[in-house]
């Protein structure tokens, strides 16, 4: 006899994980929050290497001026004006991320410095792209048409 998988008791049953249906329905909503969660957390990669080129290209274009080395005209401004854009994409995937982690809107508005209603306001209708993927069923192979 073996003990459950999700609280630990023992299993009066052979070759049974779980003692009771609740607890193998709660194992099965934790995998797919954990599972749900590795995707924000890839989509947070994401956003933040594209924050971080950007800073770095403005960056090296700021060390062109120091170095009296004439830019583009109007460059500093176009490569500083998706920094903003950017960084409200990464503080709304991070909170689905949270969201996936298990994270009340509390806690996310607590980070925020608003509100919990303000914050499931604001996030709450948030989707990754990998989300409405999923919810319009298989996307079709590269190439081809529909």
């Known amino acids: ?3 459950c998988a999700w609280c630990q008791k023992p299993l009066g049953r052979p070759r ?5 249906a609740a607890h193998r329905q709660a194992a099965y909503r934790a995998r797919r ?3 749900a969660a590795v995707l924000a957390r890839v989509a947070l990669y994401q956003i933040t290497d594209e924050l ?5 290209a403005l960056r090296m274009a700021l060390d062109e ?3 009296q080395r004439d830019p583009a005209p109007g460059m500093h401004t176009y490569m500083a004006a998706d920094v903003p854009h950017l960084a409200r994409e990464l503080i709304r995937v991070a909170a ?4 996936r982690a298990g994270a009340t809107w509390s806690q996310i508005g607590d980070a925020l410095g608003i509100s919990a209603d303000a914050a499931r306001a604001r996030y709450g209708h948030v989707r990754l792209v990998t989300d ?3 919810m319009s069923g298989p996307m079709p192979p590269a190439g081809s048409t529909p």
């Open 16 to 20: 049974a994980r779980f003692c009771t």
């Open 1 to 3: 006899m073996g003990v």
């Open 52 to 56: 971080t080129a950007r800073c770095y």
């Open 96 to 99: 689905v991320a949270d969201r």
């Open 132 to 134: 409405q993927a999923e």
């Open 33 to 35: 929050h954990a599972e």
């Open 65 to 67: 001026i120091v170095e």
